[in-house]
């Protein structure tokens, strides 16, 4: 393996590592904006040049592979000019529109100006109008070709990740400008990417577009809960502004690395399916058309509870879980209903058409946690009998976790089944028509207002965090269980989600030696 | 003085298969074919000191020995007939006088670095060239010349002519290279160099018009022949295309080194009208601007890179002293911003900056710090690209502010103004 020193830094570094790569390793930030690790090497925008000795020009380092013994200078006096002319070159024809742009604050033209240029206007003259500004390219992007740069990193993306090849960059020279080719859209299910790796303000989401500026946005990591792939995303939420969009908290998701799910990547479903967060939620407890406390709540619960139990039906009571509750939400539903009520029908497969799917990352299996809810309910019931026997009348209790009982088995079933049952428990985070038939509602909070844990469609377990508190009185599904367990007289004794996952480390086999810790950021599969 | 290029150029009906045949044509195809291997082919291009004519001057012989003959993949050679530099129209002449020259060196440099496919690449605006060429091509198939078998021996050639589409930057190798794949023409990153990855990701060399026309001569009469034709490291002759204020503007066959000033005066007949002379470009516009007190120089690749300027194309445009050099420059600069592919930003925006730069100062509304920024705007831009059309921008425009500043100062003054 070379060796090289880079700033007088030295390393050693496979062959075929390229300098760019190996002055990472070291903390060694070379500025880029062709350049992404993604995509194949296009070596256009200049801005990546460095010394290395015994050549007379200055290379780029993203294309230069090391060799042993190379030294490499990334702030020589040479290199340090040739950075700053480079950004001038890029801002020559540039509009500098900074405070109408979204990028704004997050555009790699304005922190490298700030990190490597820093220089006085030397422009007199006019600048070149490029024909497209605003313009829309797609349902979800709209173009600025005076603020593209001509990295071509979208023309790459499309071209190489999800071979759609809509882009392409029309005429020369510095009338250059990119757009989509002659009766195309960009339209496909990774659209919104292109807003992501674009370094400068030329692509941006029209989901996004002038609704918060980035600087009062808060990330939080998370996992993508659309479907059973799990991509690793960025919750990015308005921290202290909840007056600048519709009092929404949720801007807006981003995708985040993970070489082994999703890379750098996100389908749009994904990437736009956030706005169940601020809007349309359960946000109160409620008995048939009252407003009630969550005490009260659990009494009328174990009151439904308690008698069952003690006369051994507790077979009268129906649990409809859910793939889109975490595993530790699972894993309490599993020791209440199974381990502390024996004999309570637990399913949570109901008859879901299958979503939209593709070869790359969008799986038709909209559940972020069926593989986890698969292993830690070990289901013996089957959600179609659960409502079969509601219909017929054998059940008493039916709780139901999440699902829109209306949309997949219809108005009429649900309506004879809320008159059969004596109590009909819709746990949801949304409203919808099984609203209206429940007789208790109770608000869950949704993933970005919690801890937890997804098993995606490879058995990774990912964790998620909480961005920010649950809107209104909602709790997470494992706290409304443990009230309810205390209430039956068999608490749960659980503070918190990471206390849970502990339990399910040591009694759940796959999941043994699995801590918080461990999982970090990128997961852990599940043991076989 | 022999003539080797143009020795056919004006004859009737010179591109004609059968006057070329008649005139020994194809014997040194013959020859290398029969009697020689294909390093001793490379061996005596390399001892005639036979110099890349396209502009770039490196030694053929060694560009042909760099394919990698145990490759497994098809070698192809490509003719560069992409002629766009300012100034130069000697492969149109080739191409339309003497085509089977260009095919028969063709054939000995295929034999030599083991290719079965040659390309043509004819620059779009040359139609005549590509008709004549393409008949020639056509000859030499019916008389089994190109093709399976050819001249009844164990080798096959075919040849492939195409039309560019008009964009100078395809006469950069690689850039060409991409337009010949059906791609927009943007030079490639190197390395890897075209002799290990170029067309469709094979071996491949790729040679002007001008130097293929002289390799025949070279298997004919000898490689110590041909580099007594010119001067030290830089062997035979080349066709200088001289045009400006001469009086007998054309095409000249010289030696290899031959004085500046012997072509503008002795061959060119001077400066007309009594005027003086005051710039040359010595080798397309891409070459430095000389001045009329540096016309001394040797007219080869080494000489005019010692006095920091360029052989290049051989392009000679001479300026006398009614030239606006500010004019000059500008123009220069135009057909930069115009022609640069967009690929690199600083040549993408720095050729057009500087160009309207310029344009100002010509136009009489620039300001003193204009031009003291125009030189280092230019040089920003060079050394720092995919390809040398970049330092071409800054050698080129930067020579006329360096060497004629004052021309561009009268255009400033008067525009000074006290105002902070």
Redesign the interface.
């Known amino acids: 393996m070379p060796h090289l020193t880079i700033d007088g830094k030295q390393i050693e570094v496979p062959a075929g590592t390229t300098i760019i790569q190996a002055a990472k390793k070291l903390g060694i930030s070379i500025p880029h904006y062709c350049y992404h690790s993604a995509l194949p090497i296009a070596g256009n925008c200049r801005i990546c040049l460095v010394e290395v000795d015994k050549q007379s020009k200055l290379q780029i380092s993203c294309y230069t592979p090391v060799a042993e013994g190379m030294v490499v200078s990334t702030n020589s006096p040479k290199v340090l000019e040739a950075r700053k002319s480079v950004l001038e070159f890029l801002l020559v024809n540039h509009p500098l529109d900074c405070p109408v742009c979204d990028q704004s604050g997050e555009c790699k033209l304005q922190d490298y100006y700030m990190a490597h240029g820093l220089y006085n206007s030397r422009l007199a003259d006019v600048k070149v109008k490029k024909e497209k500004k605003a313009f829309s390219i797609g349902p979800t992007v709209m173009l600025d070709q005076e603020r593209c740069i001509l990295c071509t990193r979208c023309v790459r993306f499309t071209d190489n990740i999800t071979k759609t090849h809509e882009f392409g960059i029309f005429n020369r020279g510095d009338h250059s400008q990119l757009d989509v080719y002659p009766g195309k859209q960009l339209d496909n299910n990774y659209s919104g990417n292109v807003v992501d790796i674009c370094p400068v303000g030329a692509l941006t989401d029209k989901d996004f577009r002038f609704k918060c500026r980035v600087w009062y946005l808060e990330p939080t990591q998370s996992v993508c809960p659309s479907c059973s792939m799990g991509c690793n995303i960025t919750v990015e939420w308005d921290k202290s502004r909840p007056h600048a969009y519709k009092e929404a908290r949720v801007m807006r998701l981003k995708p985040r690395l993970n070489p082994d799910v999703n890379s750098y990547w996100i389908c749009d479903k994904g990437r736009y399916n956030y706005h169940f967060i601020d809007e349309n939620r359960i946000l109160r407890v409620q008995f048939k058309d009252e407003l009630i406390s969550w005490e009260r709540a659990m009494d009328i619960l174990a009151q439904a509870i308690s008698p069952l139990r003690d006369s051994h039906r507790l077979n009268r009571i129906g649990v409809l879980a859910s793939a889109q509750l975490t595993n530790e939400d699972l894993f309490v539903i599993q020791k209440l209903f199974k381990q502390l009520l024996g004999g309570v029908s637990v399913d949570f497969r109901v008859p879901e058409k299958p979503g939209d799917s593709d070869h790359f990352l969008m799986k038709a299996d909209k559940n972020p946690n069926t593989a986890g809810a698969a292993v830690i309910l070990a289901s013996d019931g089957n959600a179609q009998q659960i409502m079969e026997k509601a219909k017929q009348g054998e059940i008493d209790v039916l709780y139901v976790f999440a699902h829109d009982l209306v949309k997949l088995w219809g108005k009429d079933t649900v309506e004879q089944i809320a008159g059969k049952v004596k109590l009909l428990v819709f746990q949801g985070s949304n409203i919808n028509e099984t609203c209206s038939y429940a007789h208790l509602n109770l608000p869950r909070s949704v993933y970005a207002e919690k801890e937890g844990t997804f098993t995606n469609c490879q058995s990774r377990v990912q964790r998620i965090w909480s961005a920010f508190p649950p809107l209104g009185e909602a709790r997470a599904d494992w706290e409304i269980l443990s009230m309810l367990s205390e209430k039956l007289g068999t608490p749960l004794n659980y503070k918190d989600s990471q206390a849970i996952f502990k339990d399910i480390a040591a009694t759940i086999a796959p999941f043994s030696e699995m801590t918080y810790e461990k999982l970090s950021d990128q997961g852990m599969l599940l043991k076989k | 003085m022999e003539k080797v290029i143009s020795r056919h150029f004006g004859q009737d009906s010179s591109q004609s298969f059968i006057n070329y045949v008649k005139d020994n044509g194809y014997r040194a195809a013959r020859k290398a074919l029969t009697h020689m291997t294909p390093s001793q082919v490379i061996d005596e291009v390399k001892k005639s000191n036979l110099r890349g004519l396209g502009g770039a001057g490196f030694p053929t012989g060694r560009k042909w020995s760099f394919i990698p003959r145990e490759s497994p993949k098809p070698k192809y050679l490509v003719v560069n007939a992409d002629e766009g530099e300012p100034g130069t129209f000697k492969d149109r002449y080739i191409l339309e006088q003497d085509p089977h020259a260009v095919l028969e060196g063709i054939i000995i440099t295929c034999f030599a670095i083991g290719s079965h496919k040659a390309y043509v690449y004819i620059r779009g605006e040359y139609e005549k060239s590509f008709q004549t060429f393409q008949g020639a091509v056509e000859e030499a198939y019916k008389a089994g010349f190109l093709g399976r078998g050819i001249m009844g021996m164990d080798f096959d050639i075919d040849v492939v002519v195409h039309q560019g589409a008009g ?1 100078y ?1 395809c006469g950069e190798e690689t850039g060409l290279l991409e337009s010949l794949e059906g791609k ?1 023409g943007f030079p490639r ?1 190197k390395p890897p160099f075209p002799a290990v990855v170029g067309l469709f990701g094979c071996p491949t060399v790729v040679n002007n018009v001008e130097t293929i026309a002289c390799v025949a001569p070279i298997i004919n009469k000898g490689a110590e022949w041909f580099a007594q034709l010119g001067c030290e490291k830089n062997g035979g002759t080349r066709l200088f295309c001289v045009s400006g204020h001469v009086q007998k503007p054309g095409l000249y066959e010289l030696p290899m080194g031959t004085p500046l000033r012997a072509i503008i005066y002795e061959h060119a007949g001077g400066i007309p009208l009594g005027h003086t002379l005051k710039a040359v470009i010595p080798g397309g516009i891409s070459a430095p601007v000389l001045t009329a007190d540096e016309i001394d120089v040797k007219m080869d690749f080494d000489s005019l890179k010692a006095i920091g300027s360029m052989a290049g194309s051989g392009g000679i445009i001479v300026m006398d002293d009614t030239t606006d050099m500010v004019f000059a420059a500008m123009v220069a600069a135009r057909f930069f ?10 040549c ?6 500087a160009y ?2 310029i344009q ?1 100062i010509y136009e009489r509304t ?2 003193p ?2 031009l003291n ?1 125009l030189p ?2 230019v040089d ?2 060079g ?4 390809c040398a059309f970049g330092d071409a921008v800054t050698m080129c425009v930067g020579s006329y502010v360096a060497k004629f500043r004052h021309e561009f100062e009268n255009k400033i003054r008067g525009r000074i103004c006290n105002i902070n």
């Not at chain 2, 911003?337 to 600083?346: K, L, V, Y």
């Not at chain 2, 993408?348 to 900056?353: T, Y």
């Not at chain 2, 050394?383 to 995919?386: D, Q, R, S």
């Open positions: 964009a930057i927009k990153l911003a115009n022609e640069s592919c967009g690929q690199c930003s600083p993408r925006e720095g050729s057009g900056w309207r730069n100002r620039a300001r710090h204009d920024n280092g705007i920003n831009i050394g720092n690209t995919i």
